[in-house]
């Protein structure tokens, strides 16, 4: 059987510092996904980043720990503190409270025709506190999307909507890079995530885990052991995997990496996905229906001919 990896980098549109960490990491060939943050700095950003690199998955990176919720605090007061932000209280949570910020937060990523490929948590809330993770395994259910596997769950929702393993680590230390080749060596058969958090920094520990993603040493491994990096959007074809292309070669950037500045927020953010090509077919059913239409005009004309104009040669066109 062969070995599918999705390398996942969480935290996508924290800021524009961690975005550039994960487009970097995305462009040498090793993260192969993200997931996204709606309520944080660096989220319009991240969205047009997506849009243009639409080789790297983007999912929704569900977070009631840090920053304010997007939902009115009357529908959600079991989440916040008095001053609004989520106080991280879990232990107070309510799952129906929990259900209507997924949904907000959901609906704000496809608001902007960013769809995404799959839901995990900030802080493995979805991990840790059971009615997240029924909340969250519901809805990943209801629009079939694939969910952050919950190695504690006991009723595990279908194996074609989540992986068969789930590393959990950080690569942001000295020996990062070794225990992060140790993990492709050691890749089992099947489908796993490896989680990881890249962001692009000056401080070598915040740095780090960059570093270790783009050592040539991981690619080599991975192309060594045949593994094929995919997104969770191919898990929803689990069935056809043999079929997928791995993801080593990935499509330019429309600007240059480092180019690339969240628009303001007066302005809206340009949309590729409205531009259509017509296909050959509806070019020709175009071309068919002009013909015809023109017939039909010479037709109507030759009938309302004088007997002097119908002797009098045309020129030829171009003359």
Same mark, same amino acid.
């Given at each position: 059987?062969?070995?599918?990896?999705?390398?996942?980098?969480?935290?996508?549109?924290?800021?524009?510092?961690?975005?550039?960490?994960?487009?970097?990491?995305?462009?040498?060939?090793?993260?192969?996904?993200?997931?996204?943050?709606?309520?944080?700095?660096?989220?319009?950003?991240?969205?047009?980043?997506?849009?243009?690199?639409?080789?790297?998955?983007?999912?929704?990176?569900?977070?009631?720990?840090?920053?304010?919720?997007?939902?009115?605090?009357?529908?959600?007061?079991?989440?916040?503190?008095?001053?609004?932000?989520?106080?991280?209280?879990?232990?107070?949570?309510?799952?129906?409270?929990?259900?209507?910020?997924?949904?907000?937060?959901?609906?704000?990523?496809?608001?902007?025709?960013?769809?995404?490929?799959?839901?995990?948590?900030?802080?493995?809330?979805?991990?840790?506190? @059971?009615?997240?993770?029924?909340?969250?395994? %519901?809805? =990943?259910? +209801?629009? &079939? !999307?694939?969910?952050? #596997?919950?190695?504690? $769950?006991?009723?595990?929702?279908?194996?074609?909507?989540?992986?068969?393993?789930?590393?959990?680590?950080?690569?942001?230390?000295?020996?990062?890079?070794?225990?992060?080749?140790?993990?492709?060596?050691?890749?089992?058969?099947?489908?796993?995530?490896?989680?990881?958090? @890249?962001?692009?920094?000056?401080?070598?520990? %915040?740095? =780090?885990? +960059?570093? &270790? !993603?783009?050592?040539? #040493?991981?690619?080599? $491994?991975?192309?060594?052991?045949?593994?094929?990096?995919?997104?969770?959007?191919?898990?929803?074809?689990?069935?056809?995997?043999?079929?997928?292309?791995?993801?080593?070669?990935?499509?330019?950037?429309?600007?240059?990496?480092?180019?690339?500045?969240?628009?303001?927020?007066?302005?809206?953010?340009?949309?590729?996905? %409205?531009?259509?090509?017509?296909?050959?077919?509806?070019?020709? #059913?175009?071309?068919?229906?002009?013909?015809?239409?023109?017939?039909?005009?010479?037709?109507?004309?030759?009938?309302?001919?004088?007997?002097?104009?119908?002797?009098?040669?045309?020129?030829?066109?171009?003359?």
């Amino acid at each position: 059987m062969t070995k599918y990896l999705i390398i996942n980098a969480d935290d996508f549109g924290l800021s524009d510092r961690v975005n550039q960490g994960i487009l970097k990491a995305h462009k040498f060939g090793t993260v192969s996904s993200t997931s996204l943050m709606v309520n944080m700095p660096g989220y319009e950003h991240a969205i047009l980043a997506a849009k243009q690199t639409p080789s790297l998955g983007v999912g929704l990176h569900f977070n009631l720990t840090s920053g304010k919720p997007l939902s009115p605090a009357a529908a959600i007061p079991s989440l916040l503190r008095k001053d609004g932000c989520f106080s991280g209280e879990r232990h107070s949570w309510k799952e129906e409270e929990v259900e209507i910020e997924l949904n907000h937060q959901y609906n704000k990523i496809v608001s902007t025709k960013v769809i995404p490929t799959h839901l995990d948590s900030h802080h493995h809330i979805h991990i840790e506190v @059971p009615s997240v993770y029924n909340v969250m395994k %519901k809805f =990943a259910i +209801l629009h &079939a !999307l694939p969910l952050r #596997l919950n190695p504690f $769950a006991s009723d595990p929702i279908d194996h074609a909507l989540r992986t068969d393993y789930l590393i959990m680590d950080t690569y942001d230390t000295e020996d990062g890079i070794v225990r992060l080749l140790t993990h492709i060596q050691t890749l089992q058969e099947g489908t796993t995530e490896i989680m990881c958090h @890249p962001q692009d920094s000056e401080n070598e520990t %915040k740095g =780090a885990e +960059l570093l &270790a !993603l783009t050592n040539p #040493l991981i690619k080599e $491994a991975i192309q060594m052991h045949a593994i094929q990096l995919i997104h969770f959007r191919q898990l929803i074809h689990f069935g056809q995997l043999p079929k997928i292309e791995p993801l080593l070669e990935f499509e330019p950037l429309l600007e240059p990496l480092l180019e690339l500045e969240p628009p303001q927020p007066s302005s809206p953010i340009p949309s590729h996905s %409205k531009r259509r090509i017509p296909s050959r077919k509806r070019r020709i #059913l175009k071309t068919r229906k002009k013909i015809v239409t023109l017939k039909k005009t010479r037709i109507r004309k030759k009938k309302h001919l004088s007997p002097l104009s119908k002797t009098k040669k045309r020129k030829p066109r171009g003359y």
